[in-house]
């Protein structure tokens, strides 16, 4: 049987809750939860993210050149510091070339079932869906690593003859939030992931495998997570028309 990916509510995942997927959770020594506190402190903490006013990020990497050919997404939620949930879809291309066909047994699906499937599974996961994405007065957006991803689905929309969805006009570029928070350069994925010490000795993610969809987008949720930790904040910092 085609396995669809699109998991419920849960909390961040263990190694031991590796189920076949290729990759667990793994939660490295910074990212471990703290021991239990009084619970004054832990009331306090809870009330200082709150001033976070995005509720759920939705950790999107995509992966395709031309056209998008995986929709990976992690959405986390910021008051709790926990992930909620995950959605990956493989996309069809929308032109094929003569004389080729998709394999019988392939799981991809072209792109606007992809966003009709996303918006279900966000209705589930966060209780609403895509029109509650993005713009001033929401309190969920999407979060990328760069500008890139959010542009590519406009242009992937175009190439479908579809509405771009008014969610993927503005989001969180968290190069840009690291560098307000900690100063510098981030340039990439892996220089946020330096920081976090998630890097081996070769410049290679300790967790996963680079430009693999999801695997990525737990990096990036990584990322995301320590900085809220940091009391650092993640706001709408890209978007384009």
């Known amino acids: 049987a085609v396995r669809r990916w699109g998991r419920a509510r849960g909390p961040l995942r263990r190694p031991e809750d590796c189920d076949g997927d290729g990759f667990a959770w793994e939660l ?11 619970e004054e402190a ?3 903490g809870t009330l200082a993210r709150r001033s ?3 509720r759920y990020l939705l950790v999107l990497d ?11 997404v992690i959405a986390l939620d910021t008051w709790e510091l926990r992930e909620v949930g995950r959605f990956q879809r493989f996309v069809r291309p929308q032109p094929l070339f003569d004389g080729c066909a998709q394999t019988p047994d392939s799981p991809a699906i072209l792109f606007p079932a992809v966003l009709e499937e996303f918006g279900q599974w966000l209705c589930q996961t966060v209780g609403h869906g895509l029109k509650g994405v ?21 242009a992937q929309c175009r190439i479908c003859s579809i509405p771009v969805p008014p969610a993927f006009r503005q989001w969180v570029n968290i190069k840009r939030s690291y560098s307000e928070a900690y100063g510098g350069d981030f340039r990439g994925m892996k220089s946020m992931l330096s920081r976090l010490k998630l890097l081996d000795r070769d410049g290679n993610v300790l967790h ?20 809220l930790k ?11 028309r």
């Open 134 to 154: 993005g713009g001033a007065h929401a309190t969920t957006a999407f979060l990328t690593c760069g500008d890139w991803d959010c542009k590519h689905v406009h």
């Open 42 to 44: 832990s009331a306090s």
């Open 28 to 38: 490295g020594p910074e990212e471990q939860a703290a021991p239990s506190a009084p």
């Open 208 to 227: 996963g495998f680079h430009h693999l969809g999801m695997h990525d987008v737990e990096n990036i949720s990584r990322c995301a997570l320590h900085l």
């Open 62 to 72: 995509l992966e395709g050149k031309d056209e998008i050919i995986e929709f990976p």
């Open 52 to 54: 976070q006013h995005l």
């Open 230 to 240: 940091d009391d650092g904040e993640l706001r709408l910092n890209g978007g384009m």
